[in-house]
């Protein structure tokens, strides 16, 4: 059976390279007209299905066939469905709507869904637990606590949690080899503007739901940072002595890519 990924958010589709080394298929949903056309120019292949639609609840497309969507005038990765705060930065638009039912339906259920829908992750979120679907894994930028709340309905079904900070990226990851579909070695081209791996390629530790919990309760921020789901990675059982060397190991660590991103800056 055919593997497949779900990117909800494509963007300009830097991200698309590195998914066709590791699935058989794409389905790319990108809501800004320009840049689904840019998409289905750059990537011409059989195994690549773009879809020019805003991406919403599927309790809120059993009633509307077309949505408000703001496009920003200067950066096209802030666009997004939810009316913005500050109107004038966004040319607003009437675009077509699909849903996770709808694409469920079409493609059937994926191996990994991406989800990157700028202030809109939550409500998709609540989407795929309604649908009763099960991916192999997913990932979703998490910006605040209510979204990360929502893992709360996983944990029963996901073994193994992780997370990947935009800003670290290109640090932990560029060069770095993984395994293609074919068996083959390749190395990451992954930049900051990417979503950063699929499961199979992350190189830092697992961990079990009550510690990626710790983790955000003490340690890290919400922001541009994608939480990562997914079974059978293995995470150590959680006690206090792992919480006491996860909260030391990780605050030198966030203190280690906070001095890399210094020195880039002076560069």
């Not at 802030?78 to 079409?106: A, M, R």
């Not at 990932?139 to 900070?165: G, R, V």
């Amino acid at each position: 059976m055919e593997k497949y990924l779900l990117d909800l958010g494509a963007n300009i589709g830097d991200d698309v390279p590195y998914y066709l080394e590791k699935f058989d298929f794409l389905v790319l949903v990108e809501a800004d007209p320009v840049l689904a056309d840019q998409l289905k120019i750059k990537y011409k292949s059989d195994d690549v299905f773009i879809i020019n639609s805003v991406i919403v609840s599927d309790e809120l497309r059993s009633g509307v066939d077309n949505v408000p969507f703001y496009i920003h005038r200067t950066n096209p990765a802030l666009s997004q469905f939810p009316e913005p705060l500050v109107l004038k930065d966004f040319e607003k638009v009437n675009l077509p709507v699909t849903s996770l039912g709808e694409i469920f339906t079409t493609f059937g259920k994926p191996d990994h869904i991406k989800i990157d829908i700028e202030n809109y992750d939550k409500e998709i979120l609540r989407s795929l637990i309604s649908s009763g679907v099960i991916p192999t894994s997913f990932s979703f930028e998490c910006q605040d606590k209510e979204t990360f709340a929502l893992l709360e309905n996983f944990k029963n079904h996901y073994d193994s949690f992780n997370f990947i900070h935009g800003y670290n990226l290109k640090y932990q990851y560029t060069g770095k080899e993984y395994v293609n579909k074919n068996g083959e070695m390749r190395q990451h081209q992954l930049t900051g503007l990417t979503s950063g791996p699929v499961p199979s390629d992350i190189i830092s530790s697992w961990y079990n739901y009550t510690d990626l919990a710790f983790l955000f309760k003490y340690v890290y921020a919400f922001g541009w940072v994608d939480i990562v789901v997914a079974n059978a990675y293995h995470p150590l059982e959680s006690n206090w002595c792992r919480r006491l060397l996860l909260f030391l190991g990780h605050s030198l660590r966030k203190f280690k890519y906070a001095i890399l991103r210094a020195i880039n800056r002076l560069k």
